[in-house]
């Protein structure tokens, strides 16, 4: 059924996962009305932070990883969510092992960009060390992090 639910547009992480397993979780749900994040938008989060697993899991090299990095902030595309944790990762990987039937199947970019990896399995240590990698970059780019005033679903209920 749907090949195996391996989709390189799916990314792992922050996005909307209405459609993954059938119904969103409750803990999505609660994330969703709380950032009120637009689908492009959280694909676009999610991307940046599949890329930073990427280079932890040896999939992209640290100048590939830097270059998508640039290219979103050139671009003011949103790279992470004020408030959102290390934590809130790990979780969403929990929760889309257990929609996925116990499989990750978490679409990873690898080298050469435009290429894709399957990872079954993410640890919590790799996505702390993803994170940290990306709240430093952030550090220095406070500009993309995502901002709902901008948002094309800013003023919506």
Known sequence: WDGGLKKTRDFFGVRRRRHVGGGASAAAKKAEEAFKLRHGEAVAVDCIMSTMISKVKGLLSEEEAQSVLDLYAALELPCSIRGITADTYKRAVREITVHRDGLLRAPL??????????ADDISDLEVEEAFAALEAFMATHPHVYWDPSKSFAAGRA
């Open 109 to 118: 970019p690898s080298s050469p960009i435009g290429t894709c990896s399957y």
